[in-house]
C-alpha cells in the first residue's frame, strides 16, 4: 500500500462508531501508512470508543443535526490543522425502530432525517470545511451497491441521492481547484450498521452466493477502494460511484441458485 503515498497527509474522518465500521477500517489503514487524521463522533459514546481506538489522534463531537457543532466545525479542525489533504463521509441512519414498513408507508420526518444525515451531510460538512481543503484535496463518500434490496427500505433513494449529490458537489467544487468528489457503492457488509436494517442477515448471505467468488465483501476490502480515492493514484476519478460487490451485480442469474429454485418450485 505504500504506493498510495499517503504519509504525512492529513484527513478528516467522520462516521467511526466501532472496529466493524468502513470508516474504522479506512482510518486504521491511513494511520498505519502515516496519515494523519482528525476525527469527529455522531455522539458521546462514539468519541469514548474512538478515543480508544485511536488514543493519540483529536477527535471531537459533531452531530449534523446539531447546529452549534456543526458551526464550530471548521474552527474544531483548525485546532489540529491548518489544511486538509481529504475528508471521508461515512454517515449514514435510517430510523427503522418500528419494524420494517412498506415503502410507500415512509413517515416525512423519518425520511427527511435520514436525508440530512445520510445525503445533505456530505454537502453541509464540505461547505464548512472548504477554506481547509486543498486544491488537489480528495473528497469520499460511503455508498451502496446497486441492488435496490426491498429491506434497504427508503434508505435505498436516500443513498441514490446521495451518489447524485457526490456528482453536483464535483461539479461546484471544480470553480474552486481540483478538488475530487466520489462514492464507493459497497456491496452487503457484515457491520453493526447493517445488522440495524431489517432482514438485513439473510440479504447478506444471499448476496455471498451471488458472488462471483461464492465469498462475502469483507470491509477491508471497500475501505481499500476508499483510500485508493483519497489518494492521488486516482487523480483522474471524479463525480463517480465506484462499485466493489465482488462481481455480485453481474451475477443476479446465477446458474446454482436458479436451477435450487427451479428444482424446488
Not at 14 to 22: C, D, E, F, L, P
Not at 159 to 172: F, H, I, Q
Not at 209 to 237: D, P, W, Y
Request: hydrophobic share 40%; net charge positive; charged share 20%.
Amino acid at each position: 500500500m505504500t504506493a498510495l503515498n499517503l504519509a504525512d497527509k492529513t484527513f478528516f474522518i467522520t462516521g467511526i462508531a466501532n472496529k466493524k465500521s468502513v470508516a474504522y477500517f479506512v482510518a486504521k489503514s491511513l494511520q498505519e501508512l502515516g496519515a494523519k487524521c482528525i476525527y469527529s463522533a455522531q455522539n458521546s459514546a462514539n468519541l469514548e470508543r474512538i478515543k480508544k481506538l485511536f488514543p493519540d489522534a483529536p477527535a471531537f463531537l459533531l452531530d449534523v443535526e446539531n447546529t452549534t457543532q456543526m458551526k464550530d466545525l471548521t474552527k474544531n479542525i483548525s485546532h489540529y490543522t491548518d489544511h486538509l489533504d481529504g475528508f471521508l463521509h461515512s454517515m449514514a441512519f435510517a430510523n427503522f425502530s418500528e419494524g420494517p414498513k412498506p415503502f410507500y408507508a415512509t413517515k416525512k420526518e423519518d425520511y427527511l432525517q435520514a436525508c440530512h444525515i445520510s445525503s445533505f451531510s456530505l454537502m453541509e460538512i464540505t461547505h464548512k470545511i472548504l477554506p481547509l481543503l486543498k486544491e488537489d484535496a480528495s473528497i469520499t463518500t460511503i455508498s451502496i451497491s446497486n441492488t435496490k434490496a426491498t429491506s434497504y427500505g427508503y434508505l435505498g433513494p436516500i443513498k441514490a441521492m446521495l451518489e447524485t449529490t457526490v456528482c453536483y458537489l464535483a461539479k461546484s467544487l471544480s470553480e474552486h481547484g481540483q478538488i475530487r468528489v466520489n462514492s464507493v457503492g459497497a456491496g452487503p457488509l457484515k457491520t453493526s450498521a447493517s445488522a440495524g436494517i431489517p432482514n438485513y442477515i439473510d440479504n447478506y448471505l444471499y448476496s455471498e452466493q451471488l458472488t462471483l467468488r461464492k465469498q462475502a465483501l469483507s470491509t477491508q476490502e471497500v475501505a481499500n477502494t476508499a483510500l485508493f480515492l483519497l489518494s492521488k493514484l486516482s487523480s483522474g476519478i471524479n463525480a463517480q460511484n465506484i462499485i466493489v460487490d465482488a462481481g455480485m451485480s453481474s451475477n443476479y442469474f446465477d446458474q446454482d441458485i436458479v436451477k435450487k429454485f427451479a428444482k424446488n418450485s
